[in-house]
């Protein structure tokens, strides 16, 4: 069982900032790979950061330059620096676990709202 912990969400401002937070725990393994969606109303849920099974990092196009994805392994734990945030995006942001074959676990979410 593994148990993701999102934490940082809020409102702001248009051009504001806000740091997510995802601790994991339980048998969340060796080498899993962590990352960052979000959800919008009416919209798929869709990638913003994640870490790659390589060590290198992916960021949805929209993300590139204001979001920073990093990690602590220590405390098993990985962020989400947003700078700059826009209107566009306010979204539930759910943290993200895969463990390769096993499978892929999923934070409850945590709400990020953009005030124009």
């Known amino acids: 069982q593994v148990h993701l912990v999102e934490s940082g969400g809020g409102l702001v401002q248009a051009g504001g900032s806000l740091r997510l937070s995802c601790s994991a725990s339980?048998?969340?393994?060796?080498?899993?790979?962590m990352g960052w969606y979000r959800q919008a109303p009416g919209n798929q849920r869709e990638l913003v950061a994640s870490?790659?099974?390589?060590?290198?990092?992916n960021y949805a196009d929209s993300a590139k330059g204001r979001f920073t994805i990093s990690r602590d392994n220590a405390r098993n734990t990985v962020y989400l620096q947003m700078n700059n945030l826009k209107p566009e995006d306010a979204a539930v942001y759910y943290c993200?676990?895969?463990?390769?074959?096993?499978?892929?676990?999923w934070g409850q979410g945590t709400q990020v709202t953009v005030s124009s």
């Open positions: 993200r676990l895969a463990r390769g074959i096993i499978g892929s676990y």
């Open positions: 870490f790659t099974s390589g060590g290198w990092i």
């Open positions: 339980g048998s969340i393994g060796v080498g899993n790979v």
